[in-house]
């Protein structure tokens, strides 16, 4: 129960890295806010509540300013304070490339997801963090955040090396509000968004090659690292990216 008494908002809650840490916080004695725009989002607060936990399902749109405080509202409205925010909605978009073939919608769409999501969820969580004495944010970034990659979605990367620069600034500006702000960068996931994407054997091989684990992340294993950002467990850490990436980062040459 690492989580006991505590509140957590977390976007992306429909699916993947979001559902995954949704189920595990709440096991974990949290009482969760779940946000997606997408209707399977009911699901992930059904099967919280079947094995006893408590969860609302907020709709809204994190590229939204009014829904993102909308969202914080019904968690103070409901709970009483938030603690934990885990700001973990993204998209990738199927025509993002390279900087050249990459539309000018692309871009904008992935920027207004990716980033200023992230960016409307800290304006209003902070504030509700400093009500409640104490708090503790994830962002959730990637590994091309700190690789580059021949295969590019260039939107995509650009949107998580802001969302690194920026979960840093807010780390130091908060630092002595008892509020922590941490980044979460994935590896590779065998989860909706990824697979969806990487729709050959090919495609998943050309990837699989840099991994020197040689296969796909979970989404559990993510949950399993955001518990960690979330609970007391990382107190002393503020301004740092968790790279959960089955050593993608740390590698030049792979196994065979
Ligand atoms: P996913 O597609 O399974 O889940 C993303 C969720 O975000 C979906 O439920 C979707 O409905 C929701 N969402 C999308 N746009 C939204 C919006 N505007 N408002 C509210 N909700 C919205 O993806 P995932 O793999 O679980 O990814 C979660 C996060 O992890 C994303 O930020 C992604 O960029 C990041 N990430 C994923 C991988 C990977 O390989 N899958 C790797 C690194 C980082």
Known sequence: MRLEGKVALITGTASGIGRAAAVRFAEEGARIVAVDIAEANHETVELIRASGGEATAVHADVSDDADVAVAVQTAEATYGRLDIAFNNAGIMMADDADAVATTTDTIDKTLAVNLKGVLYGCRHQIPAMRRAGAGS??????FVASVGAATPQIAYTA????V?????????????????????SPGPLRTEL???YLDTDEKRQRRLVHVPMGRFGEAA???AAALFLA??????M????????GGLTAAYVTPE
């Open 137 to 142: 944010v994830i962002n959730t970034a990637s």
């Open 231 to 236: 609970s007391d467990e990382s107190s002393y």
């Open 164 to 184: 690194l620069a920026m979960t840093r600034e807010l780390a130091v500006i908060h630092a002595r509000e008892n509020i922590r702000v941490n980044a979460l």
């Open 194 to 196: 990824l697979m969806s």
């Open 238 to 245: 503020t301004g740092a990216n968790l790279l959960v990436d």
């Open 159 to 162: 949107s998580k090396g802001a």
């Open 221 to 223: 294993e993510m949950a």
